[in-house]
C-alpha cells in the first residue's frame, strides 16, 4: 500500500470519527441575553427525566471553551451584546448557534426599544431557529435534533478535510 494513500485514509477515518463525535456527543452553553426566562424555563425542562435532552448525547456545559452548540435566549440588549460575542469567539471551531424563542429570533415584545438590538442575528451568525413564546420543550428537543442530524455525514458525500496549515 502506497503511504500517501495510507495517510489519507487515515485521515478521512479520523475526520470521520470527528464527524461522528460532533454529532453524537455534542455539549452545549447557554446563554440569557435578556430575556422574561420563559425559554430559559423550557430550555431546562428538556434537561429534566421527561424529556431527557441527554439521550441525544446533548451535555451542558458551563464553560464556553468546552462548548460546541451556544444556545441562546432572549432579545440582544446593548449590555449584553459584548458578552455574547465574547462567549461565542471563545468556542472552538466548528460552533453551532441555536436561537430559542421569539425574541432571540427578531427582539420579540423588547423588538424597537432604546436597548435592544433585536434578534441574535443580528450580532452573532444563526444556524438553527426555534421559534415560540416560550417555545414548547419538545419543539426545542425537534429544534436540535434537526441540528445534530445535519452534522451527520451522508453515506454518499465525500468525508470533509479540515485544511491545516503546517
Given at each position: 500500500?502506497?503511504?500517501?494513500?495510507?495517510?489519507?485514509?487515515?485521515?478521512?477515518?479520523?475526520?470521520?470519527?470527528?464527524?461522528?463525535?460532533?454529532?453524537?456527543?455534542?455539549?452545549?452553553?447557554?446563554?440569557?441575553?435578556?430575556?422574561?426566562?420563559?425559554?430559559?424555563?423550557?430550555?431546562?425542562?428538556?434537561?429534566?427525566?421527561?424529556?431527557?435532552?441527554?439521550?441525544?448525547g446533548?451535555?451542558?456545559?458551563?464553560?464556553?471553551?468546552?462548548?460546541?452548540?451556544?444556545?441562546a435566549?432572549?432579545?440582544?440588549?446593548?449590555?449584553?451584546?459584548?458578552?455574547?460575542?465574547?462567549?461565542?469567539?471563545?468556542?472552538?471551531?466548528?460552533?453551532?448557534?441555536?436561537?430559542?424563542g421569539?425574541?432571540?429570533?427578531?427582539?420579540?415584545?423588547?423588538?424597537?426599544?432604546?436597548?435592544?438590538?433585536?434578534?441574535?442575528?443580528?450580532?452573532?451568525?444563526?444556524?438553527a431557529?426555534?421559534?415560540g413564546?416560550?417555545?414548547?420543550?419538545?419543539a426545542?428537543?425537534?429544534?436540535?435534533?434537526?441540528?445534530?442530524?445535519?452534522?451527520?455525514?451522508?453515506?454518499?458525500?465525500?468525508?470533509?478535510?479540515?485544511?491545516?496549515?503546517?
Amino acid at each position: 500500500m502506497n503511504p500517501n494513500s495510507a495517510n489519507k485514509v487515515d485521515k478521512d477515518m479520523l475526520n470521520n470519527l470527528k464527524s461522528w463525535a460532533r454529532a453524537n456527543s455534542p455539549w452545549a452553553i447557554h446563554f440569557n441575553s435578556g430575556s422574561c426566562n420563559g425559554c430559559d424555563i423550557e430550555l431546562v425542562a428538556t434537561l429534566t427525566p421527561r424529556y431527557d435532552l441527554e439521550r441525544f448525547g446533548v451535555l451542558m456545559r458551563g464553560s464556553p471553551r468546552h462548548a460546541d452548540i451556544l444556545l441562546a435566549t432572549g432579545p440582544v440588549t446593548r449590555q449584553s451584546r459584548d458578552r455574547l460575542i465574547r462567549i461565542y469567539e471563545q468556542m472552538p471551531d466548528p460552533k453551532f448557534v441555536v436561537a430559542i424563542g421569539a425574541c432571540a429570533l427578531t427582539g420579540g415584545v423588547f423588538r424597537g426599544t432604546y436597548n435592544c438590538l433585536d434578534g441574535i442575528d443580528k450580532v452573532i451568525p444563526v444556524d438553527a431557529y426555534i421559534p415560540g413564546c416560550p417555545p414548547r420543550t419538545e419543539a426545542i428537543i425537534q429544534g436540535l435534533v434537526a441540528l445534530l442530524g445535519s452534522l451527520k455525514p451522508t453515506p454518499d458525500a465525500e468525508p470533509v478535510t479540515e485544511e491545516t496549515d503546517v
